[in-house]
């Protein structure tokens, strides 16, 4: 039998995975193409791609979540975390429905655009979600579910690719999104939000529901009139506008450090290559159902590392996670870069040692996902004060989506035109930068409450 606060961690963990499940809609839509790709691009496609359509194909999902995180950062403190997670269930729903009854190059793009946009409400609004519904000792690994089940999606979309055609994999995608419609509605807002908003009765049930407990509970309370004296400190001097956000030395702190670690991610090739990675491995052995086989197992890897960090982060810390994942992405992307330095520049033939290409690059997607990848949604969720947190949130996205654009968009590129090994060597140096940077400015905040953190930076 568990007693009433291990029953209030069920709850707070079956709200987060089931704000979660939104989230796991996303990863699914951002690699529905990866094992398609490779099938349109050939002559006899029903859906025939160039390289250069496909390119966009991949890149214009980027470009729409390009469009939604500044408007969603302004909204979600006017409409709420949970209705704007929420919204992308319908909105995901309707893409599908539109690839299945609509099948032309054009429709494809711009439902590619449409699903950008919706994905970035997901990350800028879920992030929000999950920080602020769980105590502060379950923080970190409630915001951790983010990454999870969007490597999750990744996984079950990759797992699904190899057994399904154009349509089946089309309906494999929908159908989650209908179960987290439902299921979501049943969770309680953001405290948080109900308290900023005044609502203190809601947010008194809210807490009540995500500590297994009555409203009118002692702990309850008091927990509630920290989140009321909290926000009554900060509308003293902060009304949640951009000036609030870089006015002053906490905020620009604050800020930067969640830019560093999300564009770590980034420019370590992450994103890229969990794009690219099924063509990566064709190209490196011509052999379609070896790499179709290696790309599932590595998507069921990185789902049980961000399984893994889930579990680990309250107890080893953020900035020791941070570091080995810098370091160790590092070491990987550095073997990696050697390696097509060898293929491409000199005349050695490396098709035997492509076993070193897919365990680097299997380490690179692990390592990085298992610290920067995972924590800068942790950092969203956690480093702001309630009253800029959801523009901070809007403006790392479309930061973070910016890059991503940009690199998804040259990859193929600068591929075609220098090589690989200048794309990885690229990488490399901008992860061993992002790693000694993180050394330097990144503080430990595990256990920490919101306003601690704001005192600590």
Known sequence: MLSSK??????????????????????????????????????????????????????????????????????????????????????FLATWATLLTVKSVPVLLVVRFIQGIVMSIQFTALPLYLAEIGTKDLRGALTSIFQAMWYLGIFCEYLAGKFLDYDGLTWFSLVPNAVFMVAFLFCPESPHYLAMKGREEDAAKSLGWLRNASADDEDVRQELKEIMASIREESKSQKGSWKDLFGTRVGRKAFWIVQLVGMTTIMSGLWTILVYCNQTFIRANGDEDLSNNITVAMGGLLFLVNIVELFIVEQCGRRPLLLVSAFGGTVCLAITSGYYIMDEVTEMNMVEYAWVLYAAITGVTCFISLGCGALWPVFCGEYFPNSTRGLASGITIFNITALSCVSLKMYQVVEDHIGLYFIYSFFTASSIVGTILIYILVPETKGLSFDEIQKLL
């Open 6 to 91: 291990q029953s209030g961690v069920v709850k707070q963990f079956t709200a987060a995975f089931i704000g979660g499940l939104s989230i796991f809609c996303g990863g699914a839509a951002y690699t529905w193409i990866t094992p398609l790709l490779e099938r349109l691009e050939r002559p006899d496609s029903f859906l025939p791609l160039t390289a250069d359509t496909g390119g966009w194909v991949v890149t214009l999902i980027e470009v729409g979540n390009l469009v939604g995180p500044l408007p969603t950062g302004m909204l979600i403190d006017r409409f709420g975390r949970k209705t704007m997670v929420w919204i992308t269930g319908p909105a």
